[in-house]
């Protein structure tokens, strides 16, 4: 660039300070007016909604409320936008569509923000509350828990039941299996055996706590493969014998009593599997009617707001054509 090239620099009618590219006041004042008449839009629509409806003499007052309530608020948006751009063009000192669409841009900027302090302010305040109660509910628990064991022990008494009781019938129940793995002093064996390889593997870990996740799930596919004669043991001819230990009823009476027991029990698993796969359907048309819905509203949320810059462009445009006459001055620098 030589030295002798014209630089133009365009100034206010008194050729003083420079005009401004970008004029940020006029943004904000475009801002700031915009969210002025859409709260006062909301007021009108929420007034006229109200004035409308008529409890006493319409059968479903609030029929298509939803749809006006949709309608008026995107209008209000788009009337709102359009004022504060054509505010902003009438503003600014030149630029006028650039300036519209900065006012559109920030405007849209701080209402997302709004939203999202408005959403977590909510979702933190009901966290408090919901912690605040579960603490209540767990002093109380830790308050009530001696009464209400007590309590407990008192109603078992009250209806002849004993802890000891319970126990041995326990006890009288795996001996009627007539199966050696499920006898009570075999069975302490192995919970003796599997406690003493339990302490063993914690001291093991402890020393190399990389192979903590290994030594863990060999532990239980240990324990499984050790009992799986105990885990086997307790099939339909255990509990053919204990049926036949409490009734006295012979073999084959035996026998159909277990039988109608297995035909109620695939039944009930097949009705429960019917009901679980039409939860699942039913699960996976609401999770695709949800994706339907949330593409809906992006894309209606999409052409809105591109209309909303499309207006806040051609309004700040007209509004910096209505400015009044200015002569600007040019001034040659070398």
Known sequence: MSDNQIHPVYSDINGGTPLKRISWSAVFAGVIISTVIYLLLSILGTAIGATAIDPLKEQNPLDGMGTGATIWTGLSMLVSVAVGAFVTGRLAQREGALHGLLMWAVNTLICVWLAFSMLSAAVSGTANVIGSGFNL???????????????????????????????????????????????????????????????????????????????????????????????????LEALKNIIKARTGKSDQE????????????????????????????KAREAADAAAAATAKASWYALIVLLVEAVIAGFMGKMG????????????ETR
């Open 320 to 331: 910096r054509k209505t400015q009044p006459a200015q002569v600007n001055v040019r001034h």
């Open 254 to 281: 035996v026998d159909q009593i277990v039988a109608q027991t297995q035909q109620s029990y695939q039944q009930a698993y097949q009705k429960y599997q019917e009901v679980k796969e039409q939860a699942e359907q």
């Open 137 to 235: 509910l767990g002093n109380g628990i830790s308050a009530m828990a001696p009464s209400v064991t007590q309590a407990a022990k008192e109603k078992l008494q009250e209806n002849n039941i004993d802890l000891g009781n319970l126990q041995q019938e326990l006890e009288t129940t795996l001996r009627q299996t007539g199966k050696p793995e499920l006898q009570p002093e075999n069975l302490q064996q192995d919970i003796n055996q599997e406690s003493n390889v339990a302490e063993n593997q914690a001291e093991n870990t402890a020393m190399d706590q990389q192979s903590a996740d290994t030594d863990l799930a060999n532990w239980f596919k240990g324990v499984i493969q050790r009992n799986e004669s105990t885990l086997q043991a307790a099939d």
